[in-house]
């Protein structure tokens, strides 16, 4: 390792000398250019070689350095599809490059690579040719071990990772096959051969009990654990708050705050406070106290190295992957009920009609004086004679100002336009061994909503703060929606006889007051979905350009550094305006952080650039978080519909694509998927703006909120899906029933039923066409069916006018029964994916 102390250029400083280069550059000459000195070579020869690996520098045969952008080259990294081919997610943030199930077979999902682009798809879209593998991203994957005719495989759970790993029976260990194990890649793949791996760890069973959780953190490269070094540096914190610790802190301890918090939390990050306030009539004094984690955790420290790589808690059934090591998560910067916490603290004064009229941030100590549930809070507010608000005392006081601020923010909050979206969470309970027993709907009451304005206006001022002082910071930046889904999201609602106002460019108002147009509707929750998917992904940005769905300028997340990297850089941040110093962050690349001079500056450019990094890390790991978490409710869900295959379940579509309709179970909360191929013996069409599929024949239309009857057809625990097969109400059996002496011979007829006749089945049709609210066939009367294999002399003697009539019947029955949709007939599937090679 090189001293420290030595300064080297940044890369964007060797990019520009670079870019202004009329040629390639050998090492030599762009360190003379730069103007370096003998000890700063090593270390620029560490950083060229990280360059080279992120495909920004490209050296040609005799060594001499490019720009890999001057080569018509593309960087980026590798994304991986289900279906074989995958996409180039560029660097520069171009358009997304399409891999063909060829060019996959050299990488894996995830892998670094040059690409050149070659020509354009059938959908125009660009297509490309991996010119060079910058960096195997892969290295060890989980997945379950096969054998297959003698040769061991294992088969990876990811599925965008469509090769299989060889591995030979010596580096199985103790491995038998159908255990899920991880593998360690050995040799990559190339186009011409397979990776090859060995089992270096054991898993077990796919059944056993948090299977599905030890496979998820493995699948989405989530950290799971600590490394002795960061938990011996944890362990090293003294287990209470000490009196040198106090220095320079506001003594809050006679301050009865409290925290509130669901009933299976386990850290507690946040604490309040309100009372009228003195200064302003009608107002209220608001106290928001955050656990200091930044006074325990050093920029640098192994803590803090590891908790930048996790970015972000995990939150599964029963079991938490933390960020920070359980020392401090649960102890000492968990804002525990009656024990000394340090905190940095948002005091604000806010008035009559919400604004916040002044604030200030400052370092305290607190000792929390009762830690309450939302359920114990809305229990006593709603009813405080009851004898657990009684019990409370002077806190119930204390929530109950909470309270009316809570109604002055919430009003303030709906004239400024803000949307309000009111779903219906779901909680799944468990049983013993971890799978699931039930799954409940849980709503939010009003002690949820408090304490989230209360947050709210922590991060509007912690936003605030930083943007006046123009110290560098993360700002949670929500935009509204791109051209094409606003366009998208205007037809649709078009056609459910709804209206977005605002134009081209709608505010946040608008889409809060198609929301209270929403509300009260039977297909409410099914709508506000489709409203929040027209609008972009929330993420972390150096870029402040405001929270479009909270309809604030600016907003930043200050309230949870125990569970989210971001926040606790942001309180650096504060912590150092306070301090009247300023708070750069370490760069993200692990490789570089050996080239950082803790004492000399940094340019400003370098500056950006590490705010940059940060802001795309933690988006990354935020949705890595959400992945592993999805994934591993999807594989509860599909456990706990392994056994309900062939139940039939009423409920709603809640997705339309062009290979079938996803629909959830009103009752369960599962989503599944009507395949394409259920749905009937034709072509069916789909539209995107308006969320349907139409039947080219039959013209009948499934789209977005649609109820349906479905029944559990299968369930594919490796692809986590849960298919269903359409379910009519319209039944056609009878139209098939054997006649009334067979029936009655095979014992199978009621003596109660009576045969039917031809004429009575078509009038039943008719009736059970109706009752579904189709239109019935016009149906001829009924008539005998000349036989197979009747003479000519016969069939010529036929009248032509019953030949026709009853001819005309048949398919007028066919065509109800298709559109009935009782069952796919015969063809249906081969039709069908005919189809879908149409629509894709």
């Avoid at 559990?712 to 319209?730: K, N, P, T, W, Y």
Wanted: proline content about 5%; some cysteine.
């Amino acid at each position: 390792m090189h001293n420290k102390e030595i300064k080297i250029p940044s890369r964007e400083d060797i990019l520009a000398v670079l870019r202004q280069s009329q040629g390639p550059l050998s090492q030599e000459q762009l360190f003379e250019q730069l103007k370096l000195s003998e000890n700063q070579i090593p270390a620029i020869e560490k950083r060229l070689s990280a360059m080279e690996r992120d495909g920004q520098l490209m050296p040609n045969r005799k060594g001499m350095l490019l720009l890999a952008t001057k080569l018509d080259f593309v960087a980026g990294r590798v994304a991986g599809h289900r279906d074989g081919f995958g996409f180039l997610i560029r660097d520069d943030r171009g358009p997304d490059i399409f891999l063909s199930p060829r060019e996959m077979q050299k990488v894996l999902h995830g892998d670094r690579v040059l690409v050149r682009v070659t020509g354009n798809d059938h959908r125009g879209k660009p297509e490309g040719t991996i010119v060079e593998v910058t960096e195997r991203k892969t290295n060890r994957l989980v997945g379950r071990l096969v054998s297959e005719r003698g040769i061991l495989l294992v088969v990876p759970e990811n599925q965008r990772i469509k090769h299989d790993i060889l591995v030979s029976h010596k580096d199985v260990g103790k491995a038998i096959p159908g255990q899920v194990v991880t593998v360690e890649i050995v040799e990559q793949p190339s186009r011409h051969t397979q990776p090859i791996g060995k089992v270096v760890e054991v898993l077990g069973e796919l059944d056993d009990p948090g299977m599905e959780i030890e496979i998820a953190v493995r699948k989405f490269d989530v950290p799971y654990e600590f490394s002795q070094e960061v938990i011996e540096q944890a362990e090293a914190l003294p287990d209470e708050v000490t009196y040198k610790d106090l220095k320079g802190r506001v003594d809050l301890r006679d301050v009865p705050f409290v925290t509130i918090d669901g009933e299976d939390a386990r850290d507690f990050d946040d604490a309040v406070y309100c009372e009228p306030a003195s200064s302003v009539r009608g107002g209220f004094r608001l106290l928001v106290a955050i656990a200091d984690v930044s006074h325990y955790v050093a920029p640098g420290s192994a803590v803090d190295l590891s908790a930048i790589e996790r970015g972000t808690s995990v939150y599964f059934p029963r079991r938490v992957i933390p960020m920070l090591p359980e020392k401090l998560s649960n102890g000492l910067c968990s804002l525990n009920p009656h024990v000394d916490r340090l905190v940095l603290v948002c005091d604000m004064v806010i008035g009559p009609k919400g604004a916040v009229k002044a604030y200030q941030f400052y370092n305290a100590v607190i000792h929390s004086s009762a830690r309450l549930t939302y359920t114990r809070v809305w229990d006593a507010l709603s009813d405080p004679e009851c004898l657990d608000a009684r019990a409370m005392g002077q806190t119930l006081v204390d929530l109950q100002n909470l309270y009316s601020l809570y109604k002055i923010l919430f009003e303030a909050r709906q004239k400024r336009g803000a949307m309000e979206i009111d779903t219906v969470e779901t909680q799944v309970l468990l049983d013993a061994d971890g799978k699931i027993d039930k799954i409940v709907p849980r709503r939010r009451n009003d002690a949820h909503r408090l304490i989230e304005e209360c947050m709210l206006a922590a991060n509007t001022c912690a936003a605030d703060f930083l943007e006046r002082s123009k110290h560098p910071a993360l700002y949670r930046v929500h935009e509204g929606p791109t051209v094409e889904k606003l366009q998208n999201l205007r037809a649709f609602l078009k056609s459910v006889s709804l209206t977005l106002d605002g134009g081209d460019e709608p505010e946040s108002k608008h889409y809060a007051e198609l929301l209270k147009k929403v509300q009260g509707r039977p297909d409410q929750d099914l709508l506000q979905s489709m409203i929040l998917r027209s609008m972009q992904q929330a993420i972390y940005t150096p870029h402040n350009s405001g929270h479009f769905g909270l309809s604030y300028d600016a907003y930043a997340h200050f309230t949870s550094p125990i569970r989210r990297y971001p926040d606790l850089m942001v309180h650096r941040s504060i912590k150092a305006l306070l301090a009247g110093k300023r708070y750069v962050p370490l760069p993200m690349d692990e490789r570089e952080l050996e080239e950082i001079n803790p004492a000399g500056k940094i340019s400003q450019a370098e500056e950006t650039a590490r705010w940059d990094q940060a802001g795309a890390w933690f988006s990354s790991t935020e949705r890595r978080a959400d992945e592993a978490s999805r994934d591993v409710m999807s594989w509860l869900k599909c456990f706990f519909m392994k056994e309900k295959v062939g139940d039939t379940f009423p409920g709603h579509v809640s997705g339309v694509t062009s290979f079938g309709l996803f629909v959830t179970l009103d009752a369960l909360f599962v989503e599944g998927l009507v395949h394409v191929s259920e749905l009937g013996n034709e072509y069916f069409q789909y539209n995107e703006s308006l969320h349907e599929l139409r039947g080219e024949r039959s013209g009948i239309r499934y789209r977005l909120t649609d109820a349906l009857n479905v029944q559990i057809s299968r369930v594919d625990l490796d692809a986590r899906r849960i298919e269903f097969r359409l379910v009519q109400g319209v039944k056609f059996d009878s139209l098939f029933k054997e006649p009334a002496g067979k029936a009655a011979s095979g014992g199978g007829q009621s003596p109660k039923r009576k045969p039917r006749t031809g004429r009575n089945n078509a009038a039943q049709m008719e009736g059970d066409v109706k009752a579904a609210g189709l239109e019935p066939p016009v149906t001829p009367p009924a008539s005998k069916t000349a036989k197979r294999g009747v003479n000519k002399k016969k069939a010529a003697t036929a009248s032509r006018a019953k030949i026709a009539a009853e001819k005309k019947r048949k398919e007028e029955l066919a065509k109800a029964k298709r559109v009935a949709q009782v069952k796919p007939a015969a063809g249906a599937k081969m039709r069908s994916s005919t189809t879908r090679k149409r629509s894709s």
